[in-house]
């Protein structure tokens, strides 16, 4: 019975000499998942041995793209928005209710899964510019998608507003059947809760709460904000730090205060979009999520899109590791940030999605860049990281 050997090539799955994890036992093992919300959370912390090496420090990333729903940490935002509104009356299931939400891809695929999980049908608005395989993969698990252009925040048919006013029209509407909920997660604070009460303990479990910084890029806010929250009382030394794509404004805001220069800011309605290949982190506008952990935040760190490809590639060739862009911005940023704190320092970031969300765009371009095989030592990477 192999399930019972000890396994030296498998040792984080050989139970020893826990039945839990032995192959005996019933449907009552504490180890099975109810439905695919057990799959959410709990994620593993891997230690990244190629950044820890090149930087004396230990790097740890958060791999959020084993949440079984949707597969990154938007999972347990779309679990947390779907129970806070179910506890608040306003969904319910089989009526007909249909959650709303604009996105680039990530939360619409949590919320897509978890709603056909609990009796609900999905609405997705989201840019055109977006990477077609997450609306794919949107349509596959039975949700609607309304593509539409990329528009300022400012635009009534940008991709949030657009959601919004989808969810208004179907409640409004006495032929369809149910209510349509705007899950907003920009703005709906279960988002940061969700992190608050389950990654950031995770984090703090996972390292026995000796850590130094934590490192994350921003696009709602959610994750930063709300693993700041948890840690921040529990070790008020640690350094928060966000990592922000080219083009975003929160850079500005965290290192000066303002998002915008007072040229930018009287300037085009252009400036709400981030321009950036990278999807899912950068904005240039402070949201309920990000404003919610803003004051924990203490520094930041501005990522190119090259900087992201060459470390995209060097988490293949070093670690066997294919992530998505938000995912390298953060890994450059990590590196940067344990080079400043020196050896010996314990660094944690996320790594949120999977490579194959981003074949089409991100992972086109990057696996061009330097041709077949080339390598990027770490200097070459960071050289130009601004800070
Ligand atoms: N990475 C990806 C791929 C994402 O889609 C998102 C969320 N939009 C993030 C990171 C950022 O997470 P948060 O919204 O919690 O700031």
Known sequence: DHTRRK????????????????????????DISVGVEGLIGNTPLIKLRSLSDATGCE??????????????????VALSMITHAEEDGILQPDRGDTIYEGTVGSTGISLASVARARGYKAHICMPSDVSIEKSDLLLK???????????????????????????????????????????????????YLAHQ?????????????????????????????????????????????????????????????????????????????????????????LTANMSAGLHLVDDAVKVTDEQAMKMARWLVEKEGLFVGASSAVNCVAAARVARELGKGKRVVT??????????SKFWKQAGDIGGEGEEFGLEEILMSTEE
Not at 59 to 74: M, Q, R
Not at 350 to 359: A, V
């Open 7 to 30: 396994s030296s090539i498998f040792p984080l799955t050989d139970g020893g000499d826990d039945p839990r994890r032995s192959g005996e036992g019933d449907a009552s093992r504490e």
């Open 59 to 76: 790097i740890f990333a958060k791999a959020e793209f084993l949440n079984g729903a949707g597969n990154s940490p938007k999972d347990r």
């Open 350 to 359: 996320i790594l949120c999605d999977s490579g194959t969300r981003h074949l």
């Open 141 to 191: 698990l039975g949700a609607t998608v309304e593509r539409v252009l990329p528009a300022s925040i400012v635009d009534q048919n940008q991709f949030v507003n657009t959601a919004r006013r989808r969810a208004q029209e179907h409640t409004a509407d006495p032929n369809t059947p149910g209510r349509g909920f705007f899950a907003d997660q920009f703005e709906n604070t279960a988002n």
């Open 197 to 285: 009460e389950t990654t950031g303990p995770e984090i703090y479990a996972q390292t026995g709460g000796k850590l130094d910084a934590f490192v994350a890029g921003a696009g709602t806010g959610g994750t930063l904000s709300g693993v700041a929250l948890a840690l921040k009382p529990l070790l008020p030394e640690l350094r928060v730090v966000l990592a922000d794509p080219q083009g975003s404004g929160l850079f500005n805001k965290i290192k000066y205060g303002v998002m915008f220069s007072p040229t930018e800011a009287e300037g085009t309605r252009r400036r709400h979009q981030v321009d950036s290949i990278v999807e899912g982190i950068g904005i240039n506008r």
